[in-house]
């Protein structure tokens, strides 16, 4: 009998996605008669973080796996969305967002980046931002296509890449002190003459990095040379700690990239919202007028009532920004702190809720396998990193944890972690 997702149970899809590395699960291929799924999605199994949480719920360990954070948004817009769903925002909203929404981003955009959009035709809201990659990512990409992604990439952007039949093309990541660094040589030799597309992750799940201003000067003049399209996701650009080497700085914002890169965020980090699934695209109108007609299919439209409550949340003022990483910094300490007393080896991160660590100094060799016995050992859920390689021998000793949780649960988790020493 074939194994993966047809097995029924999500016990036995997660044993079938352990014992293949999680992602990857290439003897689901071996019957295909047996198997519906397309041959260019064979590859992806069930994602790490639905299979990571659902180990944490079988197992009763601390979830420091899949990155949502355990605590509600702010107050006004919890109340904002209560309202709007009790005063008949409950049908479609237009498909390109309710214009409030689009208002509220293009000044949001104007405010902390200097950006310029017109909400009628150069703003788009999604389901997510997850959609807004997809919808980008078909919308733009002819089969055979090359987009440029850094490895670890977030999980999704493979899967859209091969829903697309383009090809991605990593550029590795690599520790370098505390930091992530890549090789320029390299990043020029994934540029050629089938390169469509940059997609850029900053501040970058899962190592935390916040490309500076000189990386993203390579970056777009790269993009300026091989006449590429640079698409953003941006959705930690609110979670960059005090001590980084660099702001966030949208690379829509330096010499002629405005005009071909399109700006995906949403609101699920920003405001401890993930269930909602509200993002956006902010654009020239000729690259969100392509995402929108692919979009107006895959979705239509989503999140009638919680558009307005992100409208408003969107306009918040700076005080619950700047609140909101700092408090997210005070637990990046705690956890950075916790991991360094229990033996880990720490890349500490600049920006996003996520911090890795080299599991070596714990005599582990993989981080698949570290993974997989951590909530026996000690009670924990980490993610194994290998699995947003393409190269996994690069991220073979990394796993990430979340450190978006109270602080209680997180004090929990250290004290758990300290029995690996
Ligand atoms: N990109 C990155 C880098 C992420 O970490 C996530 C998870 N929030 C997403 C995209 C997906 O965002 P959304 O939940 O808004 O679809
Ligand atoms: N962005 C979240 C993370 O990196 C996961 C989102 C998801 O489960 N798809 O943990």
Redesign the pocket.
């Known amino acids: 009998m074939p194994t993966g997702h047809l097995l029924a149970t999500p016990e036995a899809m997660i044993t079938a996605a352990w014992d293949s590395g999680f992602r990857r699960l290439p003897h689901m291929a071996v019957t295909p008669d047996a198997d519906p799924l397309v041959t260019r999605m064979r590859e992806f199994g069930t994602t790490i ?1 639905a299979e990571m949480s659902a180990l944490a719920i079988r197992t009763g360990a601390v979830n420091l796996g899949q ?2 954070p355990d605590t509600d948004g702010p107050k006004e817009m919890l109340d904002a969305a209560a309202e709007a769903i009790h005063s008949g925002h409950n049908q479609y909203p237009p498909g390109p967002g309710i214009p409030e929404l689009r208002r509220a981003v293009a000044e949001h955009q104007r405010t902390w980046w200097g950006l310029e959009y017109d909400p009628d035709g150069e703003i788009l809201a ?8 997809a919808a980008t990512i078909l919308a733009l990409c002819e089969p055979g296509d090359e987009v440029i992604c850094f490895e670890p990439y ?1 999980d ?2 493979a899967a859209s890449i091969a829903l697309a039949g383009a090809v991605r093309r990593p550029v590795t990541l690599r520790p370098s002190g505390d930091r992530y660094e890549f090789d320029p040589g390299e990043l020029r030799a994934a540029f050629g003459p089938r390169t469509r597309m940059l997609l850029l ?1 900053s501040p ?3 190592t935390g990095k916040v490309f500076s201003r000189e990386e993203l000067s390579l970056l777009a003049s790269l993009c300026i040379e091989h006449d590429v399209v640079a698409v953003t ?1 941006e ?2 650009e609110h979670l960059v700690f005090s001590d980084a080497g660099s702001p966030h700085l949208p690379i829509a914002t330096l010499p002629g990239m405005r005009e071909r890169t399109l700006c ?6 920003t405001f401890s919202c ?1 269930g909602w ?3 956006w695209a902010s654009g020239p109108a000729r690259l969100v007028s392509a995402v929108l007609r692919v979009k107006q299919f895959l979705t239509f439209a989503n999140g009638g009532p919680f558009q307005p409550a992100v409208a408003l949340a969107l306009g918040l003022p700076a005080s619950y920004f700047t609140g909101f990483r700092d408090d997210l910094e005070t637990r990046r300490d705690l956890l950075c702190q916790g991991l360094t007393d229990s033996g880990f080896r720490v890349f500490r991160p600049e920006g ?1 809720y ?1 911090v890795t660590a080299d599991i070596s100094p714990l005599g582990g060799t993989d981080g698949v396998e570290f993974c997989r016995s951590l909530p026996e050992r000690c009670g924990v859920v980490a993610v194994p990193t290998q699995v947003f390689y393409d190269h996994p021998d690069e991220g073979r000793r990394i796993v990430r944890f979340a450190f978006c949780k109270r602080r209680e649960v997180l004090d929990e988790a250290i004290s758990r972690l300290r029995r690996l020493g």
Do not use: M
């Open positions: 973080f990155g949502f999604t389901a997510g931002a997850t959609e807004a990659i977030y999704s952007y992750n970058h799940n899962p996701d959705v930690y995906i965020s949403s609101a699920g980090k993930t699934k509200i993002g996003t996520f």
